[in-house]
């Protein structure tokens, strides 16, 4: 029977297992008694005099040679914990003196106590004065009626003499509805265990059996995600979002037997428009093809249909030789460099190289350029083509050498290349190259993270679009890939390629600014 796979027992068996875990543990909590526990454990006993009769004295400079009394020293530090599951007050202690524990160092003198706790427990020292039982004499250390939340501890450092290391020391006291016991001995940075024997092997259990189940599944023969398509789909359109959609066509394929993703970027506006063209000739032969867009299609998408995917930034990259300060460049600035009335980077900035500005543009199909003028300029870039190169200008009229691309990485590379060069790209790929320097716009960093917190009004920046002829047919792979990209792991790839993902943000409400 289908019912009886391996998958489906380990998977019940599992969830059986955690509901009587759960059950289990409920009535552990209910009928248990003492789940208020104080602990205690000695974390050092240790010799400081030169003649102690067991251990092994220190060696110390004259520490007690006035004191001959102290030849015998010993230190003890005593951990003193709320090891249960509730918390105590000072009236859950039994004790009918003002103090509420007794500590017993058998035939040694106490000498002197230091109190510890904490820094984030400030309050428990206040309880540490004689007039709530705080003192000793003898043998006999008293310990104040102090509160204990779960978890919270202190330590005594006592220092005795008289008797040898490793002498049985005791705790004596009671707790309403709960016990104080020792705990096992442990150095000073170590830690008591969190869970019980039960705790620890039920959670090893559970562990084993979900492990068994992902194994299975991971081995079995139909791996396949559900929602899987199989043929062939064509993505073309943004190159500044090519890294993420081609992980996430890797990924696809990886799932789904049968499908080939082809990812051919060549701008947003190439993209959207050849998908257009197509679909006005034969709507068949967009079935299977997606075009991804920085920002929404120019001149209004006719019968494309859109998807928000995720916000990117980009931001303006000069050469690494061109040492704008943090704050960047203003927007008048960059305004004025892309109009030609800035010809030198000195005219910037006094401290900056006296060399020419060389304009590394896009060419016009290009979404990075397009969101560029948008969201930066407010206009198009006012200075032509002069160079094809862009080492020659070809105009000698013409105010700054600019040249256009076709590719984010082209532009990267030419303006690592070229010294006084200024470009544009998607803002990972550009922090991530070596010999070019990311921009601040009016103080403001590229930042991704700073736009989903608030923390920043930063303006070049983009929603990524996904474009299908008219909506895509349920079965097609077309649909079945952009549901996959709504998918939690698309969602991390998306992040980890230092973009936000439209369906991780309805809130901040940033996806909906195109």
């Known amino acids: 029977m289908e019912f009886l796979s391996p998958e489906n027992i380990v998977a019940v068996g599992t969830a059986v297992l955690g509901i009587v875990a759960s059950g289990i543990m409920v009535w552990y909590e209910r009928r248990v008694p003492r789940r208020k526990r104080i602990g205690y454990r000695v974390q050092m006993d240790n010799p400081i005099g030169d003649d102690v009769r067991m251990g092994r004295a220190n060696v110390r400079l004259g520490l007690f040679d006035e004191a001959p009394e102290m030849s015998d020293a010993t230190l003890v530090l005593l951990r003193i914990e709320n090891d249960g599951s509730q918390g105590i007050d000072r009236d859950d202690y039994t004790s009918p003196e003002v103090h509420g524990l007794t500590v017993l160092f058998t035939d040694r003198t106490i000498r002197g106590v230091s109190v510890t706790q904490p820094s984030d427990t400030d309050h428990l020292m206040d309880h540490f004065t004689p007039s709530r039982g705080f003192g000793y004499d003898g043998n006999t250390l008293r310990i104040p009626r102090v509160p204990l939340n779960h978890g919270d501890h202190f330590k005594?450092?006592?220092?005795?003499?008289?008797?040898d290391v490793g002498s049985p020391i005791r705790l004596i006291g009671g707790i309403r509805e709960g016990e104080v016991h020792p705990n096992?001995?442990?150095?000073?940075d170590e830690k008591p265990p969190l869970f019980s024997r039960a705790a620890r092997l039920i959670t090893i259990m559970l562990t084993v059996s979900v492990l068994t189940l992902a194994g299975i599944i991971v081995a079995g023969d139909n791996p396949a995600w559900i929602g899987c398509e199989s043929g062939t789909l064509e993505i073309t359109g943004s190159t500044a979002f090519k890294p993420v959609v081609k992980e996430l066509a890797e990924g696809y394929e990886r799932k789904c037997r049968g499908s080939e993703i082809k990812v051919d970027p060549r701008g947003s506006a190439a993209g959207v428009n050849e998908l257009s063209a197509l679909g006005a000739e034969s709507k068949r032969s967009t079935r299977n093809m997606i075009a991804f867009s920085d920002g929404p299609a120019i001149g209004g998408a006719g019968k494309l249909?859109?998807?928000r995917i995720a916000l990117s930034v980009f931001t303006l990259v000069v050469n690494d030789g061109v040492k704008l300060s943090a704050k960047g460049l203003t927007l008048d600035q960059v305004r004025r460099i892309y109009r030609g009335e800035v010809t030198r980077w000195k005219q910037v900035d006094p401290a900056l190289p006296d060399i020419p500005v060389v304009l590394v543009s896009r060419n016009a199909d290009s979404g990075t350029r397009q969101t560029f003028q948008r969201e930066v300029l407010g206009t198009w870039?006012?200075?032509?083509?002069t160079s094809l190169d862009c080492v020659h200008k070809d105009d000698a009229s013409a105010p700054v050498t600019r040249c256009e691309?076709?590719?984010t990485e082209g532009v990267l590379d030419t303006v690592a290349e070229l010294p006084g060069a200024i470009g544009y790209s998607e803002f990972t790929l550009a922090h991530d190259?070596?010999?070019v320097r990311p921009v601040s716009l009016d103080g403001d960093a590229p930042s991704v993270e700073d736009l989903e917190y608030g923390r920043s009004e930063y303006p070049y920046r983009a929603v990524e679009y996904a474009y299908t002829y008219g909506a895509p047919q349920d079965n097609s792979l077309a649909a079945s890939f952009l549901s996959y990209v709504d998918e939690t792991t698309s969602e991390n790839?998306?992040?980890?390629?230092g973009h936000l993902p439209c369906s991780a943000m309805a809130a901040s409400g940033l996806c909906a600014g195109d």
């Open 156 to 163: 005594l450092l006592v220092l005795l003499s008289g008797g």
């Open 184 to 188: 096992r001995s442990a150095t000073p």
């Open 305 to 307: 249909v859109g998807r």
């Open 381 to 385: 870039e006012r200075v032509p083509s």
């Open 405 to 407: 691309l076709d590719s």
């Open 433 to 435: 190259k070596k010999g």
């Open 493 to 497: 790839v998306i992040r980890n390629h």
